[in-house]
């Protein structure tokens, strides 16, 4: 075997070599034991070994730790290899740290100081290794420490090319690991111009880090729009040989081509006329070039120059503003739907859905529809199929309609079972949605159970009842239809469920006729009784008590079969209290009562399809063109909502509920925030129990029984009470027998003030009386919190106050903690609260138009820019209440900006020391399935989340 070149050093080639020609794994194990012995005794005993040794060794413990055995002394050796000024020992010492050395070392803070110290050399070389071991190792302590190092020698104009490269990439592993210990606005539009550096290796780099950085903030990385446009339309209209070094298989800088589109996404359309017909331009090329004939048959060449071409086409389909453009994209995508790659294929028809949604390309796209369907048939890979559907659903309209809608119900005959639930949801949509005849939407909804039952979910069944309901002109055909469905002698049990509800409800229609005359009609649903479960027999016995309310003449058959043991002694107790229920009201009751009891349905209140929002749980690409397009549905019952979303209601059909009782008024602040502060000795009141009631409204729950306290966890109901404060600055904080504390806030900008005031209810003296306010460990760094101090005595009835000042500096989602202590009776008491601060007071309010919200709304796209919560209301949905609170809340409250009358949209600027927050907010109530969804976007993922999380806790 020949022998293995270690770098000079003798004795690793030799260990490696021992290694390999080891015969079994316990004869390797021997060898390595031995190894581990003699490094231990050379690290314990040998106090003059040198570096060249050290090295050695560390390398051995390096491989014998990669071969899979652990390794547990060496770390002190490699951690000095880094202070020697030879390269390759510290090259040694910086990848055993990389690999062996874990965050939580006692170790690591002289691993930080060994890298300051090379961040501050002046070789480029052991620069270099400090930066790419903070790549390797980015944790949390190193981003604090070094944060503000590694940015320095990104923007001097003394570090090298090939050190700010490196420093790039260390300082956007650094900013996503801690984004708050990166501190971008000292150097922010420095690193912009690196997009203008000479070394396009600097620049690759450099983009990388500012698509992060723009992420989060947008604005403050406005000037790099022309930057990039500039260095994007040089790369493009040079040829392969003008960068001959970055050139990949004749397509220049394709990597650093697709970083420049995908910034430009983060962005809406130049402003500069010049910058925007530069960017158009450079738009056009690529697409000129897809055109030429290709200068290399290997499949390298067409990979990058296809990447390219994607990443341009999804820049000109989220900038939306230019049809030639859009109409130039989508046909070079078409010419890719029958092309040999899959690939490609797949791709095409994803970026054709997004083509679908925008207005000037749509009608280009539908060109394409019979292509799609032949790739819907023929294709022989799933995922493709998939995306077929997907465009089919995004370009349909009135005109095509029924066409897409047939096709897509003959492949669902023999499509992949994985994709049939998507595809009925889909269908079910887009025969309400564009319903011109509603027979024919009867038809397809009956036709979509009848071919694939058992994919077809409740909500699909339900919306065809609140339709045919709704709809006077179809409800004898939709009788007659199902009719002529249940005589099939395999019948799908959702069949029989639509056929049962409809039957009971306008079976009447169709009763004249004598192939349907009432007893046809009843002996063929109970036909089919006997195979169906629980539920569906249920309603089957709610449609036989309709049938004695419809056609008395068939009374005594129904009866019959009610009173049979298997109904009477049903083993399921509700199919057994329908049976005896439904009999009894036969018997006893007069048909005049009998037919107010059951009645005909009324119509069904107009509401948003929940069939919306199960698909866009199921597959949010179906739903981007919702986005852009919003269509007129069906009357009396909408499906559409604004940005193609809708509310999560149950539309189960069901009996009329009584109204609701509506919450009471939101209570009124009796105190201004203008108002002076309380005197901080408070004359006694005569009533103790109502010290602090008529200052701050209600008081909380019911008074906690008189407990020492636990000095280190939170008080009972402090959680709650903190919850209270959050769409409200006044209020009760705490109260039990002996303590009750009062709070009065007011809030400018990113400052805020809080009087607590803390009141003695009982008739004897507190005695070192003391409060702390305190933040944790984490929120030290995000808001700056002083307070004044209280006297040590509080007298019976007496009340204190305490002035509290806060600083928000960057968005946060603890809250400080307020420490108390008194003693009472001889016994020291502890109460420790949240204190009222969360990240919503320091909102200032936004006014915006609905084009305004709506743009800004769209910009905000990004996944993690997001937070959603679709929850149960906890309480009677009163808009006048939610009113109240979401203005207490501290946003703007738009009003005629949503389409839906019953949405609330509100906007406003968090304001923090660093930087300000727009944000952006929607409620979305549905009143009759008593749910909300509550969207919050914003340009931080953090303060979506938290804003999202304060705001359900409040309906």
């Known amino acids: 075997m020949p022998a293995v070149k270690g770098d000079g050093m003798r004795g ?35 106090k003059t070994l040198d570096g060249y040794q050290k090295k050695k060794y560390v390398c051995k413990l390096l491989f014998i730790f990669l071969l899979g055995h652990d390794i547990d002394f060496g770390h002190m050796e490699a951690v000095n290899l880094l202070s020697s000024n030879k390269y390759t020992e510290k090259q040694i010492g910086y990848l055993f740290i990389s690999v062996l050395v874990s965050e939580s070392s006692d170790l690591m803070r002289l691993v930080i100081q060994n890298i300051k110290n090379d961040l501050n050399s002046r070789t480029p070389a052991h620069i270099n290794l400090a930066l790419h071991c903070i790549a390797n190792i980015g944790s949390k302590e190193m981003a604090e420490e070094l944060g503000k190092e590694v940015p320095k020698l990104l923007v001097s104009s003394d570090t090298i090319d090939e050190v700010k ?3 790039s990439l260390c300082l956007l592993r650094l900013y996503r690991t801690s984004p708050s210990s990166v501190p971008v606005g000292e150097w922010a539009s420095r690193v912009i111009h690196l997009l ?57 800088a394709p990597w650093l081509s697709v970083k420049l589109l995908r910034l430009l ?43 390219v071409l994607f990443e341009a086409i999804s820049l000109i389909i989220h900038h939306d503003s230019e049809p030639n453009l859009l109409v130039r994209a989508c046909n070079q995508l078409g010419q890719f739907l029958q092309h040999r790659e899959t690939n490609l294929r797949y791709l095409a028809l994803e970026s054709m859905c997004l083509l679908a949604s925008s207005e000037f390309s749509r009608e280009a796209v539908k060109k394409h529809q019979e292509t799609v369907v032949t790739a819907l048939k023929t294709e022989r890979d799933v995922s493709v199929r998939q995306r077929a559907v997907d465009l089919l659903y995004a370009m349909c309209d009135k005109t095509n309609a029924e066409e897409i809608v047939a096709e897509m119900l003959n492949y669902l005959e023999s499509a992949d079972y994985s994709i049939r639930e998507e595809m009925v949801l889909k269908v079910a949509i887009l025969a309400e949605k564009f319903a011109v005849d509603y027979t024919w939407y009867v ?22 009842i609140q339709i045919v309901i709704n709809r006077d002109d179809v409800q004898g055909y939709a009788a007659k239809t199902c009719f002529e469905a249940l005589q099939a002698p395999a019948c799908h049990e959702n069949m029989v469920k639509v056929g049962g509800y409809i039957l009971g ?89 009998l037919a107010t009891v059951l009645e005909e349905m009324p119509p069904f209140p107009e509401r948003e399809s929940s069939l919306l929002a199960k698909l866009k749980k199921k597959k949010p690409l179906g739903f981007q063109e919702e986005e852009k397009t919003k269509s007129k549905a069906m009357p009396g019952v909408s499906i559409n909502n604004v940005g193609g979303e809708s509310s999560t209601d149950d539309p189960t059909p069901q009996m009329q509920q009584p109204p609701l009782p509506t919450a009471p008024p939101a209570s009124i602040d009796l105190l201004g925030l203008d108002s002076q502060p309380a005197s901080l000795n408070a004359a006694p009141t005569t009533n103790n129990s109502s010290l602090l009631v008529d200052m701050f409204g209600s008081p909380p729950s019911a008074p906690a029984s008189v407990s020492l306290g636990d000095p280190n966890t939170l008080s009972p109901g402090a959680e709650e009470n903190f919850n209270k404060f959050i769409c409200k600055n006044n209020g009760v904080l705490f109260e039990n027998e002996l303590l009750q504390i009062g709070v009065k806030s007011e809030y400018r900008m990113n400052l805020g003030r809080i009087g607590l005031f803390f009141g003695n209810k009982t008739s004897y003296q507190f005695t ?88 800004r709304w769209k910009q905000l796209n990004i996944p993690s820019q997001e937070a959603q919560n679709i929850f149960k209301a906890a309480l009677p949905m009163d808009r006048q209440a939610n009113n109240a609170k979401l203005i207490g809340f501290g946003m703007g409250l738009l009003e005629n900006v949503d389409p839906n009358p019953d949405n609330f949209v509100c906007s406003g600027i968090l304001k923090t020391r660093e930087l300000q927050i727009g944000c952006l907010m929607r409620l979305e109530p549905n009143a009759q399935a008593q749910m909300y969804r509550l969207t919050l976007r914003t340009s931080r993922e953090s303060v979506s989340k938290e804003l999202c999380r304060l705001l359900t806790t409040q309906f």
């Open 12 to 46: 690793l080639a030799v260990f490696i070599s021992d290694i390999r020609n080891c015969k079994s794994k316990e004869a390797e194990i021997k060898r390595i034991n031995k190894e581990l012995a003699n490094i231990r005794s050379k690290f314990k005993g040998d």
């Open 165 to 167: 490269q490196s420093a």
């Open 196 to 252: 203008n550096d000479q070394h396009m290796g600097v620049v690759t780099a450099a983009t990388s880090l500012i698509h992060d950085l723009v992420q989060a903030n947008p604005e403050d990385f406005k000037g790099c729009i022309s930057l990039a446009v500039s260095r994007l339309s040089r790369i493009v209209t040079s040829s392969y040989t003008d960068f001959q070094d970055y050139t990949y298989y004749f397509v220049p």
């Open 265 to 307: 996404q983060c962005f809406g359309p130049p402003d500069d006329p010049a910058v925007r017909g530069r960017l158009n331009e450079c738009m056009e090329t690529i697409l000129n070039k897809a055109q030429e004939p290709p200068k290399s048959k290997k499949v390298q060449h067409s990979n990058s120059k296809n990447a």
């Open 443 to 464: 038809d397809t909804i009956l036709n979509l159970i009848r071919i694939a039952g058992d994919y077809v979910s409740e909500e699909v069944w339900y919306r065809v």
């Open 505 to 593: 409800e306008f079976g009447n229609l169709i009763a004249g006729d004598p192939r349907s005359s009432p007893s046809v009609q009843f002996e063929l649903l109970h036909s089919k009784f006997h195979l169906c479960s629980a539920p569906t027999r249920g309603l089957l016995l709610s449609t036989y008590i309709k049938f004695i309310n419809l056609f008395p003449e068939i009374k005594h058959i129904i009866q019959d079969v009610l009173q049979t043991d298997n109904q009477l002694r049903n083993a399921d107790a509700e199919l057994q209290q329908r049976a005896v229920e439904y009999l009894q009201l036969s018997n006893r009751t007069s048909t005049e009562v």
């Open 768 to 855: 070192d009386f003391s409060t702390v306010v305190s933040c944790p460990n984490d929120l030290r760094s995000k808001i700056a919190v002083q307070s004044d101090d209280v006297g040590g005595t509080i007298d019976c009835g007496a009340q204190v106050q305490q002035m509290i000042n806060v600083e928000c500096i960057e968005d946060f989602s603890d809250a400080p903690r307020i420490s108390i202590s008194f003693m009472y009776g001889g016994s020291k008491q502890f109460v420790n609260l949240k204190a009222p601060v969360m990240v919503s007071k320091f909102f200032q309010p936004a006014e915006m138009n609905s084009a305004d919200f709506f743009s």
